[in-house]
């Protein structure tokens, strides 16, 4: 039909009309396209990100003309969508007169465990050997798989231990997919009693019990910050509903790898830890947060989602399952419910918490993956099976996520006493010809301690004496191979890539640490400056804790900067 033409509508300064408002059409083709990725799902606001990774899985970018469409069907500004997108590593934006990325994307991870193990020669390796208009390869930070370091994820397919010569070979093979491990399924699981409990609880169950059960048993948060378990439901029930539960599955702290890997082997635990918990305090809804690093464990989720829908255990709908875009900053509980709202992943002001006002500002109960894992134990076994076990005057079970320069790297359940000599001879001791240098008690956010600091039990409250804590328990070795200077500057490069940049001092404060560590001799009077600055006025924990591998650099390992 030939359009005709008429006076504009649309006045101009010069008093001509316009016959289209100013700025990006709405593109035919690209509207239908974006429509067909949607077909079927509800279209609200909260709901950007997730056709966000619509898009950019179809067609391996957001082209602008997408973007524009998306906007027509959500009515929401180009702008705003565009700040979401650029927020997260995992969206490539491209304007109309940019070169779509290539159709593969090699990650190689750069976490101080996989630079331990080679990822910078590695990556080197990839981009001579790679022409690089068929393959991009990029730097990444820690896809928690630092047990088989170094690791890259080549489309969505991870690579252990990985060489050119097995990129080769996944390239020629097109083996880009994520690989289900073996895992125990919804029948499996249901047969050997599962879910029992779950349906008692829902039946004559009293959640005041079951919080003083969960109690007794001595359970912290593992997620890193140790807030008591029971505790947070009391909280989020004193507070008027509808309220929700939301779980945090970003695990995102270089060296942590625990979630995944009970994820991965035994999801239904963690599944009915999480409805007991949800129906402790009448959550209207369960959102499960994963991380977009961890594929295999989110198709293993949607399967067995969908197997307990089936069941009738929870209805339709009930668990929403949403994936993160590779954003560190996201493991922080109010920057997950921003992002599961669809937004930025940018920490709240607080107070108020999220107890009161989480998701759709309504009260919210979060716990992590490996927290809801023993909530079902506990419920299942009785208190016992955490508050039995003692070490050292410490009371429990921590799992560690052990890698670095030992034998038997890997998930360790362990008693919560115990120290670095155990969690190494545990690994099977050090690897051959290397020595015990230092260690890294959970995550960068902690720094390093030097070997000497051997017979400090690794759980919560016993090492903030020494200026730094356990978190997530997540622990990597260094041998005498390494350079403890070197090992905190990985550290503050991955707080400076990860900083949501929402305040100055952590924002400017990571640039301008990793700026001062890269000298050959470090200023270390203007550094603790910069760290106090940090500890001081940062809104989140991030920039809180930036400068602990500085500051233990510079108490313990003077004699290198």
């Given at each position: 039909m030939t359009q005709q033409i008429k006076k504009g509508v649309w006045k101009s300064g010069k008093g001509k009309g316009r016959h289209t408002p100013k700025g990006r059409q709405v593109d035919d083709t690209a509207l239908e396209e974006v429509q067909a990725l949607i077909a079927g799902r509800d279209v609200s606001r909260d709901m950007l990100i997730e056709f966000l990774h619509l898009i950019q899985d179809h067609y391996g970018h957001l082209a602008a003309r997408h973007i524009r469409a998306l906007a027509e069907m959500m009515r929401v500004g180009q702008a705003e969508i565009y700040e979401v997108a650029s927020f997260?590593?995992?969206?490539?934006?491209?304007?109309?007169?940019?070169?779509?990325?290539?159709?593969?994307?090699?990650?190689?991870?750069?976490?101080?465990?996989?630079?331990?193990?080679?990822?910078?020669?590695?990556?080197?390796?990839?981009?001579?050997?790679?022409?690089?208009?068929?393959?991009?390869?990029?730097?990444?930070?820690?896809?928690?798989?630092?047990?088989?370091?170094?690791?890259?994820?080549?489309?969505?397919?991870?690579?252990?231990?990985?060489?050119?010569?097995?990129?080769?070979?996944?390239?020629?093979?097109?083996?880009?997919?994520?690989?289900?491990?073996?895992?125990?399924?919804?029948?499996?699981?249901?047969?050997?009693?599962?879910?029992?409990?779950?349906?008692?609880?829902?039946?004559?169950?009293?959640?005041?019990?079951?919080?003083?059960?969960?109690?007794?048993?001595?359970?912290?948060?593992?997620?890193g910050a140790g807030f008591p378990s029971g505790k947070k439901w009391g909280f989020v029930r004193m507070n008027e509903g509808p309220r929700y539960l939301a779980v945090n599955g970003d695990e995102g702290e270089p060296g942590t790898f625990k979630d995944r890997y009970y994820l991965e082997r035994t999801p239904h635990v963690f599944l009915e830890g999480m409805l007991m918990a949800a129906w402790a305090v009448e959550a209207e809804k369960a959102f499960i947060y994963m991380r977009d690093e961890y594929p295999a464990v989110l198709e293993i989720l949607r399967r067995e989602i969908k197997a307990l829908e089936d069941a009738g255990i929870v209805e339709a709908g009930y668990i929403d399952l949403r994936r993160g875009a590779g954003a560190y900053i996201c493991g922080e509980e109010s920057a997950m419910i921003e992002s599961i709202e669809g937004k930025r992943g940018e920490p709240r002001h607080r107070p108020?918490?999220?107890?009161?006002?989480?998701?759709?500002?309504?009260?919210?109960?979060?716990?992590?993956?490996?927290?809801?894992?023993?909530?079902c134990k506990i419920n299942r076994e009785g208190p016992e099976c955490l508050n039995s076990t003692e070490k050292n005057g410490r009371v429990g079970l921590r799992s560690y996520s052990v890698s670095g320069r030992v034998k038997n790297p890997g998930v360790h359940l362990l008693p919560a006493g115990s120290t670095i000599d155990d969690i190494i001879e545990a690994c099977g001791g050090m690897l051959d010809g290397q020595t015990f240098k230092a260690y890294q008690p959970g995550g960068p956010s902690s720094g390093l301690l030097p070997a000497s600091m051997n017979d400090i039990p690794l759980d919560f409250d016993t090492l903030q004496p020494h200026g730094t804590f356990i978190g997530s328990a997540a622990v990597v070795v260094l041998s005498d191979k390494d350079s403890a200077k070197q090992a905190a500057l990985n550290m503050l490069r991955f707080f400076e890539d990860e900083s949501c940049g929402q305040c100055t001092p952590c924002r400017v404060g990571c640039e301008k640490a990793v700026k001062l560590m890269s000298k050959d001799k470090w200023d270390t009077g203007l550094l603790e400056e910069l760290s106090q600055t940090m500890v001081d006025a940062s809104i989140c924990g991030l920039g809180q804790a930036a400068p602990n591998p500085i500051r233990l650099t510079i108490k313990h390992f003077a004699d290198e900067i």
């Open positions: 997260y590593a995992h969206f490539d934006v491209v304007r109309e007169d940019e070169t779509p990325p290539p159709a593969l994307t090699i990650r190689v991870c750069d976490s101080l465990s996989c630079e331990l193990a080679g990822a910078e020669q590695l990556q080197k390796a990839l981009e001579d050997g790679l022409n690089p208009k068929e393959v991009r390869v990029v730097r990444a930070p820690c896809m928690g798989r630092c047990d088989t370091a170094p690791v890259l994820e080549i489309g969505h397919n991870h690579i252990d231990h990985a060489t050119p010569e097995k990129v080769q070979a996944a390239i020629a093979s097109d083996d880009t997919h994520a690989h289900i491990p073996e895992y125990e399924t919804f029948a499996a699981y249901e047969a050997e009693g599962g879910y029992a409990s779950l349906k008692e609880l829902r039946a004559i169950g009293d959640w005041e019990a079951v919080q003083d059960k969960v109690l007794e048993a001595g359970l912290r948060g593992l997620g108020p918490f999220v107890a009161q006002v989480g998701i759709f500002g309504q009260p919210t109960l979060v716990h992590n993956v490996e927290t809801l894992y023993w909530v």
